[in-house]
């Protein structure tokens, strides 16, 4: 869970987490043929 760096807090850390994969997850569905280079930022 300290994979991030800065997790003061568990709970920010269980949220970001699930936050993160599931933008990751609706991207992909949303936009399976673009590349992942515009999903970065």
Known sequence: MQHL???PSAGQ???RRPV???R???TFITAP???PTK???
Do not use: D, K, L
Request: charge should be negative; aromatic fraction near 12%.
């Open 5 to 7: 760096g800065f997790a």
């Open 13 to 15: 850390t269980v949220f």
């Open 33 to 35: 043929t673009v590349p």
């Open 24 to 26: 990751s997850s609706e």
């Open 20 to 22: 993160i994969r599931q």
């Open 39 to 41: 999903e970065s930022p």
